[in-house]
């Protein structure tokens, strides 16, 4: 059965524009896919490390939440991944944000994504998608956070598209 899944993508190594169009690519084979406008944020951690590019993309899908991480541990992967310390650079982060209403819990996987709620280069791409977006009863657009938004808007939401 097909769920709204909601994928948080984000890149600070290498030519991150080039890497997140490739992962919506990657991702639009597991289903049906839209995205948010790009964004540029500045590194929530470490401060000295570049800027991140930041994007949700909705994905329709069939796959069960475990089989979903696994596809998109393979896209991290075979993007040449480089991680290089906690909360640090990284060159491709895929996190599932929301699978449809449901909750998970287990050694892999916490959905909702912890922290979706403070995190302004998350929510604001999230109400691109969808303005009116709840999460455990809590109206996105009313946050605080969406106010006092740190992000840059770099395109439009066609970025993706070739
Ligand atoms: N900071 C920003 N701005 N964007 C991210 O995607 C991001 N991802 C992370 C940490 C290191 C928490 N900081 C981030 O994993």
Redesign the pocket.
Known sequence: MSIVTYIGM?SNLGDSAQILKEAVAQLATLGTVSVSRLYQ?????PQDQPN?H?AVARLVTDLEPLLLLDELQRFELESGRVRLRH??E?TL?LDILLYGEKNIINDRLTVPHIGILERD?VVIPLLDLDAELQINGIALHSLDLVQQSTLTVLEGSSWAQH
């Open positions: 984000g944020s500045p590194p929530m951690g991140y930041n909360w640090g990284r982060d280069f």
